[in-house]
C-alpha cells in the first residue's frame, strides 16, 4: 500500500503517514549513536563515531559535536552533508540575532526557527526531508540550561535526557530508568558512557570511538568544551568501562 503514496513527500496516505518523513527516521537509525543529559549545572552530550576502517585518517575535528554560537553546541545523527547545511543556517541565524539585539539568541527560538527550515523541507514538492535529527544544548538567562530534540519532520520538544541515532530505544528506555532529577554534570557525563557502552554496536568501547561536548556556566561565561582523547580514557578507566561492552558495569 505504501508503495503509491511513498514517492512524494507531500502525499499523505490514508492511513495519514508521510512516507518519506518516515524513511528519514529510518536512516538515522544507522547512525552512530548520539545521548544528551540535561545536569543542574550544565548538559552533557556524548556520541559514537563509526569508524568504518581502520585505514580511514581519524580527522583532528570532531565528527558529531558541532558548535554553534558561544551558547549553543549540537549533537548530530544522520547524513552528515544534510547536518552541515543546517548548522551553518542555524550559525547564521545565530549571529543575525545577535547583531540585530546586541545579545545572544533564546536557545529555543534558535531550535524552532531551524525546524522551520526542516519542515519546509516536507510540505513543497521537489524537495526530500534533511535526514538528520539533533540534540541541541544551551543556556540562556530566561531559562538556563536547556536540552532539546529535532528530527526530520521539524518537530522538536525539551529533554531531561535523550537518544538519537542507532539503538536510540534501548538507550532511552535506560535512561528512563537511570536518570534522576539534581544529576550533576559529573554524575550525567558516566550515565551517558554507561547506557553509550551497552547500546552501541561495537564489543568494546574505547576514546577513539567516543566523542564528548559539555555546555556549562564557569566564572559568569558559558563554554563549551570538548573532550580529548586522553581524557576520554582516563574517564572511562575512571568508570570502569574500558573493557568490552558485554562485561561492562
Given amino acids: 500500500m505504501s508503495r503509491r503514496y511513498d514517492s512524494r ?3 499523505f496516505s490514508p492511513e495519514g503517514h508521510l512516507y518519506q518523513g518516515e524513511y528519514a527516521m529510518e536512516a538515522i537509525g544507522n547512525a552512530g549513536t548520539a545521548i544528551g543529559i540535561l545536569s543542574k549545572d550544565g548538559v552533557v552530550l556524548v556520541g559514537e563515531k563509526k569508524v568504518t576502517s581502520k585505514l580511514l585518517q581519524t580527522s583532528t575535528s570532531t565528527e558529531k559535536m558541532y558548535k554553534i554560537d558561544d551558547h549553543v553546541a549540537c549533537a548530530v545523527a544522520g547524513i552528515m552533508s544534510d547536518a552541515n547545511i543546517l548548522i551553518n543556517t542555524a550559525r547564521v541565524q545565530a549571529q543575525r540575532y545577535t547583531f540585530s539585539y546586541q545579545e545572544p539568541m533564546p536557545v529555543e527560538h534558535l531550535v524552532q526557527s531551524l525546524c522551520d527550515t526542516k519542515q519546509g523541507y516536507t510540505q513543497f514538492g521537489g ?3 534533511f535526514g538528520v535529527s539533533f540534540l541541541f544544548a544551551g543556556w540562556d538567562k530566561n531559562y538556563g540550561f536547556q536540552l532539546y530534540m529535532s528530527d526530520p519532520s521539524g518537530n522538536y520538544g ?3 535526557a535523550a537518544a ?3 539503538n536510540n530505544q534501548a538507550a532511552q528506555s535506560m535512561l528512563e530508568q537511570d536518570y534522576k ?4 554534570r559529573e554524575e550525567a557525563v558516566q550515565l551517558a ?4 557502552s551497552k547500546t552501541m554496536d561495537s564489543t568494546s568501547l574505547t576514546s577513539d570511538k567516543l566523542e564528548l561536548a559539555e555546555v556549562f556556566v564557569s566564572s559568569g561565561k558559558v563554554k563549551y568544551q570538548v573532550s580529548s582523547s586522553d581524557s576520554l580514557s582516563k574517564l572511562l578507566v575512571k568508570y570502569g568501562l574500558n573493557q568490552p561492552a558485554a562485561e561492562a558495569s
Fill in 9 to 11: 513527500t507531500t502525499i
Fill in 193 to 196: 558512557l554507561k547506557v553509550l
Fill in 158 to 160: 525539551g529533554w531531561k
Fill in 164 to 166: 538519537i541515532g542507532a
Fill in 181 to 184: 532529577d539534581e544529576i550533576t
Fill in 127 to 129: 524537495l526530500r526531508p
